[in-house]
Nanobody, 124 residues
Framework: QVQLVESGGGLVQPGGSLRLSCAPSARTFTSFAMGWFRQATGKERECVAA????????YYPDSVKGRFTISRGNARNTVYLQMNSLKPDDTAVYYC?????????????????WGQGTQVTVSS
């Protein structure tokens, strides 16, 4: 079974930065749109970034716009989430997701593949 594998989570102080990475365990996702979601304790899962299959379109909610950046690696099979100016409210489990459609957008229901998640904790 194909899995998406996230890495890069951890503990960071407020104002700090982290870079998350996501790569598939098998097959290629170069033609898939990708997204990053997060779920904090007691809250619903929300999209924090999405990118089209070719990297031409991106989406960010207002809560992270200007602080988070989603990008694809040169081979388009790896996706990154650069997170700057982190706040305690950014604390959550972050998930990578992929969809065979060219664009997934903000809805989790449009994504076919999911990673196991990586914990990001922002605390002093």
């Amino acid at each position: 079974q194909v899995q998406l594998v996230e890495s890069g989570g951890g503990l960071v102080q407020p104002g700090g930065s982290l870079r998350l990475s996501c790569a598939p365990s098998a097959r290629t996702f170069t033609s898939f749109a990708m997204g990053w979601f997060r779920q904090a304790t007691g809250k619903e899962r929300e999209c924090v970034a999405a990118i089209s299959w070719n990297g031409g379109n991106t989406y960010y909610p207002d809560s992270v716009k200007g602080r988070f950046t989603i990008s694809r690696g040169n081979a388009r099979n790896t996706v990154y989430l650069q997170m700057n100016s982190l706040k305690p409210d950014d604390t959550a489990v972050y998930y990578c997701a992929a969809t065979s459609a060219g664009w997934g957008g903000a809805s989790e229901y449009d994504y076919n593949y999911w990673g196991q998640g990586t914990q990001v904790t922002v605390s002093s």
